[in-house]
T-cell receptor, first 113, second 111 residues
Framework: DAGVIQSPRHEVTEMGQEVTLRCKPI?????LFWYRQTMMRGLELLIYFNNNVPIDDSGMPEDRFSAKMPNASFSTLKIQPSEPRDSAVYFC???????????FGQGTRLTVV | AQSVTQPDIHITVSEGASLELRCNYS??????LFWYVQSPGQGLQLLLKYFSGDTLVQGIKGFEAEFKRSQSSFNLRKPSVHWSDAAEYFC?????????FGAGTILRVKS
């Protein structure tokens, strides 16, 4: 398996624009996680899914953020409208069972100008 | 609430020297503990994990960690550091389904 695949690797966008980050988890994994990494706050869990169903979105910072998982092999994290403070590295991770090894993608570095 | 403390933001060691990265956790139940490594521009890679049993766990790249319940610690060690070990290291505790990460320790290796 190629591991968790995220796209794009880098995204630069203007404030107010919509941004969509994409993730393909490892085939067969039941859980998918979206994390955000910033210098100030470190790694924060935004939301996670179990069998494509959102379980806990308490980490999503604002209503501008939304995430979907339409099928077992694809998830999106959308920010609309984007703001400069959303600039961060966004990681997707997947695992077979929660609370065990999570495999991380290489991340999407988002810059909002 | 669950939390992880990595007291050292930066550590510099000489190549060939031994390494210990500190990690303290707060968790009410028996913890699942992890160490991840992140190289610049890369995602996080699992080094090792502790679920139960032997409190000394071996991981990849010659790393090991020891779980000490009495000290709420899970320190990462390596007997001889290589220049390629320069990276950021994250300790994490499994809190239910979620992973709670420490702030990370940046390791610099000097030749």
């Amino acid at each position: 398996d190629a591991g968790v695949i995220q796209s794009p690797r880098h995204e630069v966008t203007e404030m107010g624009q919509e941004v969509t980050l994409r993730c393909k988890p490892i085939s067969g994994h039941d859980y998918l996680f979206w994390y955000r990494q910033t210098m100030m706050r470190g790694l924060e869990l935004l939301i996670y899914f179990n069998n494509n169903v959102p379980i806990d979105d308490s980490g999503m910072p604002e209503d501008r953020f939304s995430a979907k998982m339409p099928n077992a092999s694809f998830s999106t994290l959308k920010i609309q409208p984007s703001e400069p403070r959303d600039s961060a590295v966004y990681f997707c991770a997947s695992s077979l069972i929660g609370n065990t090894e999570a495999f991380f993608g290489q991340g999407t570095r988002l810059t909002v100008v | 609430a669950q939390s992880v403390t990595q007291p050292d933001i930066h550590i510099t060691v000489s190549e060939g020297a031994s390494l210990e990265l500190r990690c303290n956790y707060s968790y009410g139940a028996t913890p699942y503990l992890f160490w991840y490594v992140q190289s610049p521009g890369q995602g996080l890679q699992l080094l090792l994990k502790y679920f139960s049993g032997d409190t000394l766990v071996q991981g990849i790249k010659g790393f090991e960690a020891e779980f000490k319940r009495s000290q709420s610690s899970f320190n990462l060690r390596k007997p001889s550091v290589h220049w390629s070990d320069a990276a950021e290291y994250f300790c994490a505790v499994g809190a239910g389904i979620k992973l709670v990460f420490g702030a990370g320790t940046i390791l610099r290796v000097k030749s």
